[in-house]
């Protein structure tokens, strides 16, 4: 087979969308030696990276690469030409991972990820752009993609509630996995926390957004500090994101700001040194399509209080303690029952390394291999229904 893949997010400033392409790319790499890759540095016309064309990470004797576009403008001439399938240059499966979706495909199979679909359950967790953007391509995905791999079962529920003419049969549940392959690695410290002591601050990993719920956290957070829990900083891990500008403004309305330590973005040494050291993974989304900051938590045995909401059950099964993420008392009383509990933080700690077990990125990558095999032996879709 000759696969093109899309690791157009998978740049220095990627987040779950392009920890999945990067990781995914890298297993496949691993375990299979008879098919070609043609990776392509930008896909389509709604999101490109302009370092692309010179971060491009991945070598193989298997691997190759599709045009490295210098700008949006040429990056979309390409990908909207009416002669896509000539450029590509005899691509048998084209795998798109970044949610847009071409539709000029004739005889190219195209397989398309499944991220999540917040942008069109709860509008006002994102921008006008990003939401048009975002439902453009699963609109178009449902027309063209021969296969769809959806990162968890609750994201394929929550298509197909969308886009009920979609064949069920065509989608596939693969799960991500952690992006860390050293278990053993001890991270770093990030000079954030230069004065903070291991196992004494509680961490909440991800971009600063509506989506991810730090605004409740930071109640819960005052909540605890009202019932007398012990001061341990809150550290909040990620870069900053869409419509919480004002985010440093309300932890002072809170009169939590000299407690609370925003790291902005973290390196994946910075990262691992946290989850290995924090009191608790606190991780109160309103809505995942997976959950990769769960998953990693665990990895490093952090014990995990997270949400009962959408695929996050999937991920964390008996091995962390699951909240409706809107009740903030709940979160607050739980912080300082946990904090007063050792006993209870050792046995999640423990449950959570082996939960991560079950995550691998090599069967996944394997499920993947089936994919490709299994739309090259059907009939093109689109050819049946535009």
């Known amino acids: 087979m000759r696969i093109g893949f899309d690791i157009s997010q998978t740049g220095s400033g990627k987040a ?9 790319i890298k297993a496949l790499g691993d375990i299979d030696r008879q098919n070609t890759y043609k990776l392509f540095p930008s896909f389509g016309d709604f999101y490109f990276d302009s370092q692309m064309p010179i971060f491009n990470p991945y070598d193989g004797e298997n691997f190759c690469y599709g045009p490295r576009h210098i700008s949006r403008d040429t990056a979309a001439q390409f990908w909207n030409n009416p002669n ?129 719920n730090q605004r409740r956290l930071a109640q819960s957070y005052a909540h605890y500090l009202r019932l007398g829990g012990v001061p341990y900083p809150l550290i909040f891990a990620g870069g900053k994101g869409w419509l919480m500008e004002d985010f440093e403004d309300y932890l002072l309305e809170l009169g939590i700001r000299e407690h609370v330590v925003l790291t902005g973005y973290v390196s ?25 900051p769960v998953l990693e938590g665990m990895q490093f045995g952090a014990s995990t209080i997270t949400s009962n909401t ?52 090599e069967r996944s990558a394997n499920a993947l291999l089936e994919v490709y095999r299994a739309v090259l032996a059907k009939p093109k879709r689109s050819n049946q229904i535009l």
């Open 16 to 24: 779950g969308c392009g920890y999945f392409a990067h990781a995914m």
């Open 84 to 212: 896509l399938e000539v450029l590509l240059n005899g691509v048998d499966v084209i795998h798109a991972n970044n949610f847009w979706s071409p539709l000029n495909l004739s005889s190219t199979r195209l397989v398309y990820t499944l991220y999540d679909m917040n942008f069109s359950i709860e509008p006002n967790w994102t921008t006008e752009a990003n939401r048009v953007g975002c439902f453009d391509g699963v609109f178009r995905a449902s027309l063209a993609a021969d296969w769809i791999v959806a990162i968890s079962e609750a994201s394929k529920v929550d298509y197909l509630n969308t886009f009920p003419h979609f064949p069920e049969e065509l989608i596939k549940v693969i799960y991500p996995c952690s992006r860390f392959t050293h278990d053993s690695s001890l991270g770093l410290r990030p000079n954030a926390l230069e004065n903070i002591k291991p196992q004494q601050f509680w961490l909440s990993v991800g971009t600063i957004e509506p989506r991810k």
């Open 268 to 292: 994946d040494d910075e990262l691992i040194w946290l989850y290995r050291n924090c009191y608790a993974n606190l991780y109160p989304s309103l809505f995942e399509g997976f959950g990769l």
């Open 310 to 361: 959408s695929s996050i059950p999937e991920v964390v099964g008996d091995a962390a303690i699951l909240l409706d993420p809107s009740d903030v008392e709940s979160w607050g009383q739980l912080m300082l029952n946990l904090s007063k509990n050792s006993n209870q933080r050792d046995l999640l700690k423990k449950n959570s390394l082996e939960q991560a077990k079950k995550f691998n990125w």
